[in-house]
């Protein structure tokens, strides 16, 4: 179990984090949130890298696996060696590491590689490595920075039986701005902005706030249109333009169409 | 139980120093082929052995600190500035044990380099260790407190070589007080213990000072 209570974290006039609070059972839970919304500060403070100035963490594990945004490796040091050391890190017995290490490289498809020079793999694969450091050990509580970056389709999918696999009794959090990437996988979404947390909720909770609020209108009614509204989309179909419209007040030349979960997420964004 | 925690510390150690690759072997290139070879030369020049003993001492000042930089910068480079500071930071807090055996094993080099020097010229360079050792420990720990300070590792490595070359070339009398290095050899143990006391206690407070500068993001 994992609770962020009010937590605040600045740097210099920028509150990153702002009252924030959550709480974290075992899952894996998406977080959504756009660029500079907080995702990353709230991710190093759970890791204890960042201490916040108001509120508290608590947490009641230790062992924690972590992939930030940016992973690199010693270049000189193989795959294995790579592992190993983060192995050694994490104070992995001696006895078990080898067999950590091979299951670890397996989940992310890189047993081929195991011997090649951390140099010599793409980023797609050190990003896959990163992935493996951060399972290995079996830690409680997993968090995920932008872990999807750089990797191809097939890796994504994957990635997402990755974490079905080891989702047991463990939290997994995952920082993203890619919807797509959480809504199969996640059991829970939070959405985060300006360092607040905006709504927590399944994928339904979250599609459903996009409920009535998408239109599908000819492009010529944009100017028309009133209050707070967000131009999602703009679709060409039989030589006319069209918009995709989330909007609060109901739109009478529009057709109203299904939400999905990026609707649901946009609208708790905008406060649509 | 300890023994475990030491053997781990140790494999961290040896593979920190492989992920240098080939920037591993300069210290030990430098120790054990370049400064024979000036000692060489030197007899080739036609120096007397007193003449050779001293102009030895005075280089093992100038190469065998200088290259205590080399590891403790190069060796822990990505937790300084590396793309994976961040992570090591959330699994290592603290590298003041890892760090410190780096500098034992450096030293241990010395100590081996000053054992065939005893050898080969029939003088007693122990004698001086303690000189040697302060003088290691003090560019190894003020290169490390720099580079945490500045999250960089270019910058320390440059000081250290300028202050290498001010060193080898200030022997103007008012700043030889800030010159590590000993242009005489010492004749009883009080000029040994009494300059380098000082600078030994700076740069243990230096670096475990530094140390705790290393948690923070």
């Known amino acids: 179990m994992l609770i962020l209570k009010n937590c605040t974290k600045s740097f210099k006039k920028t509150k990153a984090l702002n009252d924030f609070s959550c709480e974290f059972k075992h899952g894996i839970y998406g977080l959504l949130g756009p660029n500079g919304s907080g995702k990353t500060t709230m991710m190093r403070c759970i890791c204890g890298l960042l201490s916040p100035e108001k509120g508290s963490i608590e947490c009641d594990c230790e062992n924690i696996g972590y992939l930030p945004q940016q992973f690199g490796a010693m270049k000189s040091l193989t795959v294995y060696e790579t592992m190993r050391y983060f192995a050694t890190l994490k104070k992995i017995p001696k006895s078990n590491q080898d067999n950590e290490i091979r299951y670890c490289i397996d989940l992310v498809n890189l047993s081929d590689k195991i011997k090649n020079k951390v140099g010599s793999l793409s980023g797609g694969m050190v990003r896959r490595l990163g992935i493996a450091q951060a399972i290995m050990g079996n830690p409680e509580i997993v968090l995920f920075d932008e872990p999807t970056a750089g990797l191809d389709p097939e890796e994504r999918v994957r990635f997402k039986s990755l974490l079905r696999k080891i989702k047991n009794d463990k939290t997994i959090i995952i920082s993203t701005h890619i919807v797509s990437d959480v809504k199969s996988i996640c059991d829970e979404i939070v959405i985060i902005n300006e360092g607040r947390n905006v709504v927590q909720g399944t994928c339904s909770d979250i599609t459903s706030i996009g409920n009535e609020k998408v239109f599908l209108l000819d492009e010529e009614y944009e100017n028309n249109l009133e209050g707070n509204y967000y131009v999602k989309d703009r679709i060409s179909k039989d030589n006319k333009n069209y918009i995709i419209v989330l909007s609060s007040n109901f739109i009478e030349q529009g057709v109203s169409i299904n939400a999905d979960i990026e609707d649901g997420y946009l609208c708790a964004l905008k406060d649509i | ?217």
Not at chain 2, 73 to 84: N, Q, T
Not at chain 2, 181 to 190: A, E, F, K, Q, R
Request: charged share 10%; aromatic share 22%; with cysteine.
């Open chain 2, 1 to 217: 139980m300890c023994l475990k925690r030491y053997i781990n510390r140790l494999s961290l150690i040896q593979l920190t120093l492989k992920g240098m690759g080939i920037l591993y072997i300069v210290p030990v290139v430098f120790l054990f082929l370049v400064l024979p070879f000036l000692t060489y030369l030197d007899f080739a020049k036609g120096y007397s052995p007193e003449q050779c003993y001293f102009s030895t001492y005075i280089m093992l000042q100038i190469f065998c600190p200088f290259f205590a930089v080399w590891w403790t910068l190069f060796g822990f480079r990505e937790y300084v500035e590396g793309r994976i500071r961040e992570l090591l930071l959330v699994y290592k807090k603290s590298l003041i044990v890892e760090l410190f055996l780096v500098f034992v094993f450096y030293f241990l080099h010395i100590c081996v380099l000053l054992g065939l020097y005893c050898i080969i010229l029939k003088f007693n360079y122990f004698n001086y260790i303690f000189i040697f050792f302060v003088q290691t420990f003090a560019f190894f720990s003020i290169s490390f407190s720099i580079s945490i300070i500045l999250k960089n590792i270019a910058i320390p490595f440059i000081i250290s070589v300028c202050y290498e070359i001010f060193c080898m070339t200030a022997n103007i009398d008012f700043l030889k007080f800030i010159n590590m290095l000993s242009s005489d050899i010492p004749s009883s143990t009080m000029d040994i213990i009494c300059p380098y006391i000082f600078i030994l206690i700076s740069s243990i407070f230096v670096f475990v000072l530094s140390n705790s500068c290393f948690k923070r993001l």
